[in-house]
C-alpha cells in the first residue's frame, strides 16, 4: 500500500518532534574551570602548517587541563609534595611522541604516555607511564612506568596564575617546560637517532713487515 503525501508528512513531523523532545531532554556539561589545552613542538605547529611555514618535523604534543591559582599556595599545599601528580586538573595529562627521543637523556619510543609528576621544593621527579586514558592519579600504577628522571625546580620570575606546559627550542632539541605559582621545571628533549653502521667496502689491509 502506497503512503499518500498527507502521510509522509506526517511521519516526518512525528521524527521530527521525537529529535527535538529528546534533545530538550539533554543535559549540556557546564564550562569546566580547568580548560583542557594543548602545546606541540614544534610550538603553534598546526598554525604553521596551514601556512605551510613548518621547518621542522611534528615532535610532540601534550593534552592537558590548567587549573587556577585563584590567590591559592600551590606547591605544598594545594598540590602536595612528594606525592605523585597528574600535572594538572581533570584527566591526566597526556604525551603524545610522534618520533622517537631523548627524555633527559634516556630513550622513549614513540608513542603516547601519561605524564605524572612528584613536586618538591628544590627538585621534580617526572614520570612516563604506559597506562593511558585515565583520571587524576588515583591508580597510578608504578609498574607500569616507562621511565622516571629528576630535574631541578626554579624559582619563577613572577608567579604564575594558570598551570602551563610548553615547548621552547633549545640548543641541541628542545625543552619542556612546567610552570605554575612560584616554580617551574625544564626537561630536555631531542629526537633519538640511532646510530648507523655502516660497513666500509674497502677492506682495512694489515701492514706486511718485512724480514729484516
Excluded at 8 to 35: E, H, N, V, W, Y
Excluded at 163 to 183: P, R
Aim: with cysteine; charged share 25%.
Amino acid at each position: 500500500m502506497k503512503r499518500t503525501w498527507s502521510q509522509r508528512t506526517l511521519a516526518i513531523a512525528i521524527m521530527l518532534l521525537c529529535t527535538l523532545t529528546t534533545f530538550s531532554q539533554s543535559k549540556i556539561p557546564a564550562l569546566d574551570q580547568s580548560g583542557m589545552d594543548m602545546s606541540y613542538y614544534p610550538p603553534n605547529y598546526p598554525i604553521l602548517k596551514i601556512q605551510d611555514k613548518v621547518t621542522e618535523p611534528l615532535v610532540v604534543r601534550v593534552v592537558y587541563s590548567r587549573p587556577q591559582k585563584n590567590g591559592r599556595t600551590v606547591f605544598g599545599q594545594l598540590v602536595e609534595f612528594d606525592k605523585v601528580w597528574r600535572m594538572g586538573a581533570n584527566e591526566a595529562t597526556e604525551i603524545e611522541f610522534y618520533r622517537d627521543v631523548l627524555f633527559l637523556g634516556k630513550p622513549v619510543p614513540k608513542g603516547r604516555y601519561t605524564l605524572y609528576s612528584i613536586p618538591g621544593l628544590t627538585k621534580w621527579t617526572v614520570i612516563l607511564n604506559k597506562e593511558t586514558d585515565t583520571w587524576g592519579s588515583f591508580i597510578y600504577d608504578e609498574k607500569k612506568d616507562l621511565l622516571r628522571v629528576e630535574v631541578l625546580a626554579e624559582k619563577t620570575p613572577e608567579p604564575v596564575e594558570y598551570f602551563s606546559l610548553f615547548f621552547e627550542k633549545a640548543v641541541q632539541g628542545f625543552n619542556m617546560i612546567a610552570a605554575w605559582d612560584d616554580l617551574m621545571i625544564s626537561v630536555p628533549i631531542s629526537v633519538y637517532v640511532k646510530p648507523s653502521r655502516i660497513a666500509s667496502k674497502t677492506p682495512v689491509k694489515t701492514p706486511v713487515k718485512k724480514a729484516g
